[in-house]
């Protein structure tokens, strides 16, 4: 009981310097021991992964993974400089959330042409379109998927899914009106939310792209010239055939991609807040031991290549922390709550460096593993002026309009479907929901794509 009288004293600000002191050690304690733990069990994990992952085809990977295990075999051995290795583990850190942006937005782009191409393919298919259900009928069919949830929050979710994959057929100043509707939703929020839900958008709708995307992944800039230059409204079976295979072939490379540098930010995150809490640490647990054996095998195994040896030891190790892990988040979490009420308040020089600490190691033993710390003061909290408000939404709907101008029909369709089905829900009440699918469908008179989307409509309904 006595963490609990700590964290209510410190909330009725009494006796501050004893309860701060006491508090932020507990809290170094438990974030320290579940950062050795998750280590333990996903350095394990990522060793496995690795086995699998040519060096050579993956250079950039390659050099996180050789300084990071290098960083790792100096903190087991008490062999290193902690404030060279904390900005080293930073600085790898952000290179893996560079990429990840990166990848992110290759994901995006074949995500949009992929619709494009759906949408051809029963060009080169035989259709039984006939054979399907009219348009009202398969509105209905919509409508009774949408509403059979009661949740308001998973309505909307299943009204933004079907609006992704319905024809658009809108005109363009249908859609900008939309778009501007959309906006001013967060005409009353903060300037971080407007900024984050642009930022969606223009992401998702291929507007944005991040730094190093030009030359970063070769294999998946190739295929995005392939797919950006291809004459869609003349395409051929076998223009289709080749643009479908390559962007198949970009899905698993993201895929495989992307879980390598999630488990390697992971790791990154775990051993950054093991290094900026060491010097904290007061009691390191009955777990540390095993964790330390854990560890030490695959960092070992890592620069010899032999792990079978270590097998029967690590099953013991794996054994005696198990619960652990869970046992840990419970417990740091139950007090949790008052860290984010002392980032509110301004320390005193005494505790600014190791709260600071535990600042950014709540943030990294969380399952946010991408986000990134700012130093500066951007006021992401205050409320906009209207002429602020006005100026960020201007520049983003010209924007828009420049970055539409100049694609063809197909592309711009889908980019088109992208941001609309990302707007928060414009409809006033369910008639009108019901409307805007019934003349989606009905307005199109393209065969082959029809039969794409209630394909794909069918199959969302039918899961």
Not at 169 to 178: G, I, P, S
């Amino acid at each position: 009981m006595r963490m609990y009288n700590v964290v209510k004293e410190i909330s009725k600000k009494k006796n501050l310097s004893k309860n701060l002191s006491i508090y932020g050690n507990y809290m170094s304690d438990m974030y320290y021991r579940f950062a050795r733990v998750c280590l333990s069990m996903n350095y394990f994990t990522y060793f496995q992964m690795m086995e699998d992952i040519d060096k050579d085809k993956n250079a950039d990977i390659t050099a996180i993974h050789d300084e990071l295990n290098t960083i790792i075999k100096d903190l087991l051995n008490d062999d290193c400089n902690i404030t060279e290795a904390v900005d080293k583990l930073y600085n790898m850190r952000n290179k893996i959330i560079a990429t990840m942006k990166i990848l992110t937005s290759y994901a995006d782009i074949f995500d949009r042409y992929e619709y494009v191409l759906n949408r051809v393919e029963y060009r080169f298919k035989e259709s039984d379109i006939d054979n399907k259900d009219d348009d009202r009928e398969l509105t209905r069919k919509i409508m009774k998927y949408i509403l059979s949830d009661e949740d308001s929050a998973a309505i909307n979710m299943r009204i933004s899914e079907i609006i992704s994959e319905l024809p658009v057929r809108m005109t363009k100043a249908k859609f900008f009106e939309r778009l501007d509707e959309g906006i001013n939703v967060y005409r009353d929020t903060d300037r971080k939310s407007l900024n984050d839900f642009l930022y969606m958008i223009g992401t998702s709708a291929m507007m944005d792209l991040p730094d190093g995307f030009d030359d970063t992944f070769d294999e998946l800039h190739s295929i995005y010239k392939n797919v950006m230059e291809a004459d869609y409204d003349n395409i051929t079976e076998a223009d289709y055939d080749n643009l479908h295979s390559k962007i198949v072939f970009a899905a698993q490379f993201i895929q495989d991609s992307v879980s390598i540098y999630m488990m390697l930010a992971q790791i990154v995150n775990e051993v950054c807040a093991i290094a900026e809490l060491e010097e904290y640490v007061s009691d390191k647990g009955k777990e540390s031991e095993y964790c330390s054996k854990l560890i030490s095998y695959v960092n070992d195994a890592f620069f010899s290549g032999d792990f079978e040896a270590a097998d029967s030891a690590l099953e013991e190790c794996f054994m005696r922390i198990e619960g652990v892990q869970e046992m840990l988040h419970e417990k740091y979490m139950t007090f949790e709550y008052q860290l984010d009420e002392l980032k509110k308040e301004t320390l005193s020089e005494e505790f600014k460096p190791l709260y600071n600490k535990l600042f950014k190691a709540q943030v990294l033993v969380s399952d946010s593993l991408f986000v990134e710390f700012n130093d500066n003061n951007t006021n992401d909290d205050e409320k906009l002026s209207d002429d602020e408000f006005a100026d960020i939404k201007k520049k983003f709907m010209e924007k828009t309009q420049t970055f539409l101008s100049d694609k063809p029909r197909a592309v711009k369709r889908a980019v088109m479907s992208v941001i609309i089905a990302s707007l928060p829900t414009f409809f006033n009440n369910i008639e009108e929901l019901q409307d805007y699918i019934y003349s989606s469908l009905e307005s199109c008179r393209d065969k082959a794509e029809k039969t794409a989307v209630v394909e794909l409509i069918n199959m969302i309904i039918s899961e």
